[in-house]
């Protein structure tokens, strides 16, 4: 049986065809053991994997100054995720990864601007962790 891991990375292959400069793109292998788990509809764990891996990407951009390219291959991820949401056609379920994207980025917020306790910092840690499996 094909993970979920392995039809992304076919997925990427197939977006990025004739693009032969950018860095290396990183998929959590532990989601992606865990969504392969699931009984959900693939499109579903490759929706997941894939906005985790966008956003992933462009988190690393400012860590490990990455060129240009690598912003472009994280929208090119996002819009990927996009095409798989609509795809999927379920508007509960699009609703609720709008609404965690939207909640994973105010937490994000809240931990570069520094003004969350030590105790809120591991939360919002864990909620950034964990929203999009548990939505899935």
Do not use: W
Request: charged fraction near 25%; aromatic fraction near 6%.
């Amino acid at each position: 049986m094909e993970t979920t891991i392995s039809k992304l990375n076919k997925q990427i292959e197939q977006r990025l065809k004739g693009i032969k400069d950018y860095e290396s793109i990183h998929i959590n292998s532990s989601l992606g053991n865990l969504l392969d788990s699931y009984s959900i509809p693939e499109k579903a764990k490759l929706a997941c994997l894939t906005i985790d891996t966008s956003m992933s990407h462009l988190d690393d951009i400012a860590k490990n100054n990455l060129s240009k390219n690598g912003i472009l291959i994280g929208d090119l991820l996002s819009a990927h995720y996009y095409t798989l949401l609509a795809e999927i056609d379920d508007l509960s379920y699009q609703l609720s990864m709008s609404e965690a994207i939207v909640k994973v980025n105010e937490l994000k917020s809240s931990l570069h601007q520094q003004i969350l306790s030590e105790y809120e910092i591991s939360e919002a840690i864990i909620d950034i962790e964990v929203l999009f499996p548990y939505i899935t």
